[in-house]
């Protein structure tokens, strides 16, 4: 069983939809089952799913988690960046996801690394090791914990912001400053589920950005810096200073350069490592497409790196 748990923040919602709203990997219709088993509590108290919930009230979500058997390693290539006995970093190509899910139940980086290795399984059945996330068609670097003691460690260090992820992406149009912080909150889009939004009462969310390099007035590639790390949170909040990343499907506009979904790269990763408390630093080189579209905008707009 994983537990999940939050504090209210926008109230009068009904429970289920506060749940699907707070906690994107469950749907309304999945908060309304775990309700109706009573694997959700108000202050301790069950309710159900028609209770308008109040603000700080808090929340806590059981679910119950499938059997291991179902999770199978696979013989997948990686490409891993560091490993020792604790942690695990591997650079994740494009069109890969990161644990199994609704759409994607196998082919995922958590089949590749439990054939490669044994992982801890505290963070759940199908999420094992696995500390953070980057969407399916982001590329880049992800930690990954190989004991309980690391995935506690890491955990702490990305709730405590002491972890260090810097992206690169390619978005549209010029900014007019180098630099700049997007401080916008971010939570489930009231028009379409599948995407997330700036929203009222949303949870924290925080994207430092740094301009690399100018094409023109059509494109700017950046470096973000995440403080949090929210879902999609640099393509959403890329789209509300409307400077969408290139080739985002989801956010972006249908007229964009050609690639393999979006070009966002998680190109730096830092922490502390577990045991030894050495800081850790790693580097990504940019995807072979990233690279070729970058040096083709260059002869197009002739430019130079800032």
Do not use: W
């Not at 979904?261 to 045991?275: D, I, M, N, S």
């Amino acid at each position: 069983m994983r537990e999940l748990e939050y504090h209210v923040s926008l109230t009068g919602l009904r429970l289920d939809k506060s749940i699907s709203d707070e906690l994107p990997e469950i749907s309304r219709s999945r908060a309304n089952e775990l309700i109706k088993d009573d694997l959700v509590t108000v202050n301790g108290e069950t309710k159900k799913a028609k209770y308008k919930v109040k603000e700080n009230e808090k929340i806590i979500v059981n679910v119950p988690e499938t059997k291991q058997l179902d999770l199978v390693p696979e013989n997948i290539k990686l490409d891993i960046v560091y490993e020792d006995d604790d942690v695990i970093v591997v650079n994740k190509p494009q069109g890969m996801v990161v644990h199994p899910a609704p759409g994607h139940p196998d082919h995922t980086l958590v089949n590749a690394l439990l054939y490669h290795t044994d992982l801890p399984d505290i963070n759940g059945t199908f999420r094992p090791g696995i500390v953070h996330r980057i969407d399916k068609d982001t590329s880049g670097l992800l930690m990954v914990a190989k004991s309980d003691i690391a995935m506690q460690s890491l955990s702490q260090q990305l709730k405590d912001k002491t972890s260090r992820r810097k992206y690169i992406a390619l978005v549209h149009g010029s900014f007019k400053e180098e630099s700049g912080t997007i401080d916008a909150a971010l939570g489930r889009s009231p028009k379409d589920r599948k995407k997330q939004a700036v929203v009222k009462g949303g949870r924290n969310a925080v994207t430092h950005f740094k301009v690399l390099e100018r094409f023109g007035n059509d494109y700017t590639l950046v470096q973000c810096q995440l403080e949090t790390g929210r879902t999609h949170q640099i393509r959403v909040h890329m789209k509300y200073i409307n400077h969408p990343v290139v080739g985002d499907p989801l956010y972006g506009p249908r007229k964009t350069l050609k690639g393999n979904g979006q070009f966002l790269h998680a190109a730096e990763l830092g922490f502390k490592h577990p045991t030894t408390g050495k800081e850790m630093d790693f580097e990504a080189p940019l995807p072979e497409i990233f690279e070729k579209t970058l040096n083709n905008l260059r002869n197009q707009y002739q430019t130079k790196e800032v």
